[in-house]
């Protein structure tokens, strides 16, 4: 793991920049949202997640998450078949910007074109330059 700036961006994850993290799980996938994202939206009030069987498409919406701030759409960082949603994400949304890496996470799909997409994400050394990026525009 490392911070760029105070967000922190682990290792062996893929990143969108829509601000999804993927972790590739043998033959499914596990998304959610980044450290950047939640620190961004600061307390999130209420996640809606969609329910098993969707198919849901790489750079299409598919949920959402309202904070006291602002309401935002969830972006799909791949597509295929939701096999499981977060419960407790929807129950207590908070666990978002407690766990976003952990206890956070969104989503497990079944991807339909995971080689392919996966060229469309950032790796590890690109998401941190791009993390940078963003918090020079934040100064």
């Known amino acids: 793991m490392v911070k760029v700036e105070q967000y922190e961006v682990?290792?062996?994850l893929y990143y969108s920049k829509d601000f999804a993290w993927v972790k590739i799980e043998g033959d499914k996938?596990?998304?959610?949202?980044t450290d950047y994202a939640q620190k961004s939206l600061r307390e999130i009030v209420y996640a809606e997640l969609p329910d098993t069987g969707v198919q849901i498409k790489q750079n299409e919406p598919f949920g959402i998450l309202e904070s006291v701030k602002s309401v935002s759409d969830l972006v799909s960082a791949l597509s295929g078949t939701i096999e499981e949603t977060n419960e407790e994400v929807q129950s207590n949304p908070e666990a978002l910007n407690e766990d976003p890496y952990g206890k956070g996470w969104l989503l497990v799909i079944k991807p339909s074109n995971l080689q392919e997409e996966l060229t469309n994400l950032m790796d590890f050394n690109?998401?941190?330059e791009w993390h940078?990026?963003?918090t020079a525009d934040k100064r």
């Not at 996938?29 to 949202?33: H, L, N, T």
């Open 132 to 134: 940078e990026t963003q």
């Open 126 to 128: 690109k998401a941190v």
């Open 10 to 12: 682990p290792e062996d």
């Open 29 to 33: 996938a596990r998304m959610g949202i």
